[in-house]
């Protein structure tokens, strides 16, 4: 579960969170929905410090997160993260991506020199069962579709073995269609294992399908919580206080997209590009 305490954060004259409480319970599917600058990203990067609050604190399964090495290494275990621009590696295989996933849980050597055990391999083929892409696993990853390509990013997530997973706008580039196709896809898998699911969206169509419960963004604070059925136009006034369409228009920040570092070395599986 994760408690989020009195969390603030603060960008010069910018308030983009103010002291957000916020509990999540071990394996809900918790859409957060807000105009864009509502300070969605930022609550989401400050869950995993991507971005380090100003004030406030965070805890996973009771543990309070910090921003040390250890901190950050076990928040890097823990929490994966889905972004809109997949940041998939291109030139990869699919099922390269995946085995990525499994990184932070290896022994520091075999991490270095991106040996993948052949158990890793079986796990990043499992995750890739999941999102229903196993006929594409030695398919490079630039020719897959942008619903398939996130498929990809939540397989390599799930290949993590996260307790968490944190979405940012993970369908904000894709058509209705395909968009619901993988967000099934993501409720689902982790469903299925447990994983807890914080799920950032534009769309007030696709919160109410998708999320088991909705909090709302504007403003950096908190203006609605509770299930779908008790979002309703009041609800969606104080969430979208310009109207609803005026934030979904502007297109989030990319993310730059990961690389991945090149070693020759003899193993099942190993990262160098095609
Ligand atoms: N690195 C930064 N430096 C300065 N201001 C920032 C930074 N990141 C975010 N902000 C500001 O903080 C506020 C919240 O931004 P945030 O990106 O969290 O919004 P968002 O809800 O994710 O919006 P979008 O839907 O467009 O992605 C905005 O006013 C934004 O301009
Ligand atoms: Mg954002």
Redesign the pocket.
């Known amino acids: 579960m994760i408690r989020i305490e009195g969390l603030s ?1 603060r ?2 004259d ?1 308030e ?1 969170l103010h002291r957000i409480d916020l509990e999540v319970p071990r394996g809900e599917f918790l859409v957060v929905l ?10 989401l ?1 400050s869950i995993n410090r991507l ?1 380090e609050p100003t004030t406030g604190s965070v805890w996973l399964d009771g543990q309070p997160t910090t921003g040390d090495r250890a901190g950050l290494r076990a928040l890097r275990r823990d929490v994966a993260m889905i972004f809109q621009h997949y940041n998939v590696v291109p030139r990869l295989s699919v099922l390269k991506n995946v085995v990525t996933g499994r990184l932070g849980r290896m022994p520091a050597l075999a991490s270095w020199l991106q040996m993948f055990p052949a158990q890793d391999v079986a796990i990043a083929r499992e995750c890739l069962r999941r999102v229903g892409l196993d006929h594409k696993a030695e398919v490079r990853t630039d020719k897959l579709s942008g619903g398939q390509k996130q498929r990809v990013g939540i397989a390599r997530a799930l290949a993590q073995q996260p307790k968490v997973i944190l979405a ?2 993970p369908v904000a580039s894709l058509d209705p269609k395909t968009s619901r196709t993988v967000l099934n896809y993501l409720r689902e898998a982790c469903r299925a294992s447990g994983i807890t699911v914080i799920c ?1 969206l ?1 769309q007030v169509d696709y919160a109410r399908e998708f999320g088991e419960r909705i909090v709302g ?1 504007a403003g ?1 604070r908190i203006v609605f919580e509770g299930p779908p059925s008790a979002l309703d136009e009041a609800a969606l006034a104080r969430i979208y206080p310009g109207g609803i369409g005026e ?1 979904e228009a ?4 990319a993310e730059a997209p990961s690389s991945v570092a090149v070693a020759a070395a003899p193993a099942q599986l190993t990262l160098e590009q095609s």
């Open positions: 954060k960008y010069g910018v983009a807000g105009a864009s600058g509502a300070g969605k990203s930022t609550l990067r971005t940012d706008e950032n534009h963004v950096g934030g502007e297109s989030p920040v």
